[in-house]
C-alpha cells in the first residue's frame, strides 16, 4: 500500500470519507497488523503483506522450512476441509495460525490470528499446578491410606517426581548418632526418574556442618527453603551438589511440633531450572504430609513399643521374646545349630519389694535389667516375663560352653551391690537353661523346660544355674518310693544321728564329735545320708530333718556334757537349703536355748561349694553366728575350686580337708604339697585344720609331720551311734 494511503486510514481528516470505501480499506490485507501469506499448491509463496514480512524476515528464504509454511500443502491436501486453525512456533513465540484453502484460485492463505506465548505459558503452568495439586492430593492419599509408613513415602515420592518432572527426589532425616548422638543427615528415601540412576554420593551419618551445609541447616530450620541453580551456590555447597550431578535443586524443611526433623528435596539434573513458587508450595505441602505421616509413625512406633515392650524396664515383653524365639527357631534348624533359653528369677525379691517398697522394688529392677542387658552377647535377647521374672534368648549357639560362658557372667552381674537412693542391696538370681534340641524342639517347651530347670536351680538353693535334662527331672521309682517314704521318717522316728570323734593328732585325744545322719529304713535297712540328703534336699524336707539333727546332736553333747565328761564340740552339718533358709540363725539361736548347750561347744559346717555361692550372704550369716559364739567350719575344703583367699573373709574357726586328698595323700606327691601348702596357709590364717577320711597309719604321720591338728576317720573312729560314742566318751577316748 503506498504510504499516502495508509496515511489517509489514520488520518483524523478521512472521518468523512464514505463507509463503503472504509471497509474496503480496512479489509485490505495491506493495511491489517496480523501477518498474511499466501503461496499456491506448489509451495511458492505468492503473497506475503506488510506485517508478515516485518515479524518473519526469513520466510521467503527458508520457504517451506520456516515454521509458518512447513507442513501447509500436506495438511491441505490430507484434510477434507478447507478451512483449519493451528498453533506454531517460530523463534520461541508462538502464534495461532488460521489456513484457508482458497479452491476458486488453488491457493492457501495463511493468517496469523495472533500471538499466543503468553497464553501458552500460562496454560502450561496451570497445567503442572494441575499436576502438582493432584500429585498431592494422590501422594497425600498415600500417606494417610498405606499401613507401612516406608512404602508410603516412596510412593510419594515418585507421584511428586514425576508430576514436577524432577529427576531426583530425596527425603533426608536429622538422626541422632548412634554412637556419638550428634544430629546428623541421613538421607532415608530417594526417587529417581527412570533415566536417572540412583546416586553414588549419598549424604550419610555425618552432621550438616561436616558437610559445609551449616547455612541449609539454619536456613531450614527457621522454615526457610532453599532453591536455585548450583552454579549460583556458595562454592562448598557447589561442590557437593555437582558431585551428586544436580544443576538444580529445591529443598524444603520437614518439621513436626516446630522441630526440624528432616528435609524434603527435588532436584533437576539436566538443566538448569528455575523453580517457580508453586513448585515450591507443592513441596511445602507434601512436606506437611509426610511430617504428618510421619508423627502418625511415630506414634504407631510408640503404641507397637508399648505393646511388645516393658514399660518399667524398657525390655521386650513376654509377646515379643515369644515372638522373637519363634522366629530364632528355624533360623537355628536351618543353620543347623542350638539356641538356649534362660529363665531367670530373681533370689528373695518378694522380701525386697515388700520391706523396701514398690518404688525401690521397681527401680531395682530397672537396674537388674540394666546388668543384664550388658552381661550378654550382641544379637542375644532379655525379655522381661514378668513380676521379677526374665527370660533370655541366646542364639547361634555352637557349644554348651557357650551357654554356660553367658550364664556365669549373668551370675557375676549380680555379685556387686546394687546402690538404690543411698540403699545397699544384694541380689541374686537362679536360672533354669533349656536348649534346643529333640527334647526341647519348640518355643512352648523350651519356655517350659527352662522353667523347669529354674526350679531345679531353686532348689540347688538359688544363685545357680541349672541346665533342663530330660532325665533328670524324671526320677527313678525307686528315689520316688523313698521320698514318700521319707516324708514319714521324722514322725516314725527312723532318723537316726551317728557320731564320729574328732582326734587331735598331738594327743590322741577327743577334740569334737561330728553329728552324721543316717535312715534307719524299715525295709532298706540304714541308708546313708549321700542318698537321701539330695532327696531331702528337693524336697525341702531338709529344713524340718536338719533342725532335728541339730536339736538331736546339741541334747547330746549337754548330756555328755551333764555326764561329766570332758567337754567337746559338736559339729553339725548344714546343706545349701538349710544355710540358705531365712531363720537359721533364729532356729540356731532357740535350739541352743531350749537345750541349754553353750554356744561355743556347737560347731556348723557347710561345704565350700555352699559358702562361695555368695560370698557376702555367706559373710552376712556367718557373722551373726559368730556373734552368737558358735565355731564354724568349711566342710570339704579343696573340692569347690575356690580359693582360701576368698574364705578369708569369712570368720572361720576350722577347715576340714577334703577325704580325697587324704586318700591320695601317700601315692601322690602333688597332693601331698598341696595338702602342706593347705595347712600352711591354713593355719596363717588362723584356722584349726582337720583331715578327713584318714584311713591309714601312713596317712597320719604325714598329716602329724606338717602340723595338722586334728584327723576324722576310720582309723580312729568309724561314725557310731550315740551310745557306742558314749562308751568310747566313757573310756577316755578307747573302744571296748
Ligand atoms: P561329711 O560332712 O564330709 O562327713 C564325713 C563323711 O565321711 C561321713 O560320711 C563319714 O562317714 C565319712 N568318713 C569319715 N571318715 C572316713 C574314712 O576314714 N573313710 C571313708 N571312706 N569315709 C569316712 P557320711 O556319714 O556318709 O556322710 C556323708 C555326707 O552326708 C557328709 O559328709 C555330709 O555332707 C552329709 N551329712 C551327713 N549328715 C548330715 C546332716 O545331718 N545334715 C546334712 N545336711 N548333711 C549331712
Ligand atoms: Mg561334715
Ligand atoms: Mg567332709
Redo the contacts with the bound molecule.
Keep these: 500500500m503506498p504510504k499516502n494511503e495508509r496515511e489517509k486510514i489514520r488520518h483524523p481528516a478521512l472521518k468523512g470519507a464514505s463507509e463503503v470505501a472504509l471497509a474496503r480499506l480496512a479489509s485490505f490485507p495491506e493495511l491489517i497488523p496480523n501477518p498474511i501469506i499466501e503461496i499456491d499448491l506448489e509451495g511458492s509463496l505468492t503473497y506475503l503483506n506488510p506485517a508478515a514480512a516485518l515479524k518473519f524476515p526469513n520466510l521467503r528464504e527458508a520457504g517451506q522450512q520456516h515454521p509458518i509454511l512447513a507442513g501447509l500443502l500436506s495438511a491441505v491436501e490430507n484434510d477434507q476441509e478447507n478451512s483449519f486453525v493451528r498453533e506454531v512456533e517460530v523463534d520461541g513465540e508462538i502464534f495461532e495460525q488460521s489456513i484457508h484453502y482458497l479452491a476458486e484460485s488453488d491457493l492457501i492463505r495463511t493468517f496469523i490470528v495472533r500471538e499466543i506465548t503468553e497464553q501458552k505459558q500460562v496454560e502450561a503452568e496451570l497445567s503442572q499446578r494441575d499436576r502438582l495439586l493432584q500429585a498431592v492430593a494422590e501422594a497425600t492419599s498415600y500417606l494417610l491410606a498405606e499401613l507401612n509408613y516406608e512404602t508410603a513415602i516412596d510412593k510419594a515420592l515418585a507421584v511428586l517426581g514425576k508430576a514436577a518432572q524432577a529427576h531426583r527426589v530425596y527425603l533426608f532425616e536429622n538422626n541422632p548418632h548412634p554412637v556419638t548422638e550428634e544430629m546428623v543427615v541421613n538421607l532415608r528415601f530417594e526417587w529417581t526418574c527412570s533415566d536417572y540412576e540412583p546416586s553414588v554420593y549419598h549424604w550419610q551419618d555425618d552432621s550438616a556442618q561436616a558437610f559445609g551445609l551449616s547455612r541449609w541447616k539454619t536456613a531450614l530450620e527457621s522454615g526457610k527453603s532453599i532453591s536455585g541453580l548450583t552454579r549460583e551456590f556458595p562454592t562448598t555447597e557447589q561442590e557437593l551438589l555437582t558431585r551428586c550431578g544436580i544443576q538444580s535443586l529445591l529443598l524444603v524443611p520437614l518439621r513436626l511440633d516446630e522441630k526440624l526433623w528432616g528435609y524434603l528435596g527435588l532436584a533437576d539434573c539436566s538443566c538448569e531450572r528455575q523453580w517457580s513458587k508453586h513448585e515450591e508450595s507443592t513441596l511445602l505441602a507434601m512436606a506437611i504430609s509426610i511430617s504428618g505421616a510421619k508423627q502418625r509413625q511415630q506414634v504407631e512406633e510408640r503404641i507397637c513399643y508399648q505393646a511388645l515392650h516393658d514399660l518399667l524396664t524398657e525390655l521386650p515383653n513376654r509377646l515379643l521374646f515369644n515372638e522373637l524365639l519363634s522366629n530364632a527357631l528355624p533360623n537355628a534348624k536351618r543353620n543347623d545349630e542350638s539356641l538356649a533359653v534362660i529363665f531367670l528369677d530373681l533370689d528373695q525379691f518378694k522380701s525386697i519389694n515388700d520391706s523396701l517398697g514398690h518404688t525401690l522394688g521397681d527401680q531395682l529392677l530397672k537396674s537388674v535389667a540394666k546388668r543384664l542387658r550388658d552381661a550378654l552377647r550382641a544379637g542375644d535377647t532379655v525379655a522381661r516375663w514378668g513380676g521379677d521374672e526374665f527370660t533370655i534368648l541366646l542364639p547361634r549357639i555352637h557349644q554348651i560352653e557357650e551357654v554356660v560362658h553367658v550364664a556365669r557372667r549373668i551370675l557375676q552381674a549380680f555379685e556387686n551391690a546394687f546402690y538404690l537412693e543411698g540403699h545397699e542391696f544384694y541380689v541374686s538370681a537362679s536360672l533354669g537353661i533349656a536348649l534346643f534340641n529333640d527334647d526341647s524342639s519348640d518355643a512352648e517347651t523350651l519356655i517350659k523346660h527352662a522353667d523347669a530347670a529354674l526350679y531345679q536351680a531353686k532348689d540347688a538353693g538359688r544363685n545357680n544355674y541349672q541346665f533342663y535334662s530330660a532325665s533328670l527331672s524324671t526320677k527313678t521309682p525307686k528315689l520316688l518310693i523313698m521320698e514318700k517314704s521319707l516324708r514319714h521318717a521324722l514322725e516314725r522316728e527312723e532318723l537316726v ?2 557320731y ?1 570323734p574328732r582326734v587331735n593328732i598331738a594327743t590322741g585325744k577327743i577334740t569334737g564329735m ?5 535312715w534307719q529304713h524299715p525295709e532298706m535297712g540304714l541308708v ?3 542318698v537321701f ?1 539330695p532327696l ?2 528337693e524336697s525341702g524336707l ?1 529344713i524340718p ?2 533342725e532335728w ?2 536339736r538331736t ?1 546339741c541334747k547330746q553333747n549337754k548330756i555328755w556334757q551333764e555326764g561329766g565328761l570332758p567337754s567337746l564340740t559338736i ?5 545349701l537349703k ?1 544355710f540358705r533358709q531365712p531363720k537359721l540363725v533364729e532356729t540356731v539361736a532357740m535350739i541352743l536355748q531350749q537345750t541349754g548347750l553353750e554356744p561355743r561347744f556347737l560347731e556348723l ?1 557347710i ?1 565350700e561349694s555352699t559358702a562361695i555361692e555368695d560370698l557376702y550372704f555367706t559373710e552376712s550369716v556367718l557373722q551373726k553366728l559368730e556373734n552368737m559364739g558358735v565355731r564354724l567350719s568349711i ?2 575344703f579343696g573340692t569347690g575350686h575356690s580359693s582360701l583367699s576368698r574364705l578369708q573373709l569369712l570368720p572361720l574357726h576350722n577347715l ?1 580337708i ?2 580325697s586328698f ?2 591320695n595323700l601317700t601315692t601322690d606327691t602333688k597332693v601331698a604339697h598341696i595338702v602342706k601348702a593347705i595347712v600352711g596357709l591354713g593355719r596363717s590364717l588362723g584356722l584349726r585344720l582337720t583331715a ?4 591309714k597309719e601312713e596317712e597320719l604321720e604325714f598329716l602329724k609331720s606338717i602340723h595338722c591338728e586334728d584327723v ?4 580312729f573312729y ?2 557310731l551311734p550315740a551310745e557306742k560314742a558314749t562308751e568310747i566318751l566313757l573310756n577316755g577316748g578307747v573302744t571296748s
Design positions: 544321728v551317728y564320729q561330728e553329728a552324721l545322719l543316717r546313708a545320708p549321700n540328703i531331702a534336699e531338709i530333718i536338719g539333727v541339730l546332736a559339729a553339725v552339718n548344714l546343706s538349710q559346717e561345704t566342710d570339704d576340714k577334703d577325704r587324704i586318700q578327713e577320711g584318714v584311713e576324722q576317720g576310720f582309723l568309724r561314725p
